[in-house]
């Protein structure tokens, strides 16, 4: 029973121990992101808005299109 109880220690001080170096790797791979500056996360995001934008009148526009269709080809 000791045995049991002082193994079920050492697994949660490894886990604490694997948790603490996982952090630390995760910091030190941060570092070396190359981060957009300002300028070019506003310009990226601006370019994804737009685009996203661009896409749902698209689709919104063939919805339309194809449910006008069914209503007149099927539905009469």
Do not use: C
């Amino acid at each position: 029973m000791l045995n049991f109880v002082a193994s079920l220690r050492s697994d949660k001080i490894g886990m604490f121990g694997k948790l603490k170096k996982f952090l630390q790797e995760a910091r030190t791979e941060l570092r070396h992101v190359n981060w957009p500056t300002r300028q070019e996360a506003t310009r990226l995001t601006s370019v994804v808005i737009t685009l996203s934008l661009v896409l749902a009148v698209f689709l919104g526009a063939f919805d339309y299109l194809f449910s006008y269709l069914l209503k007149i080809f099927v539905l009469q």
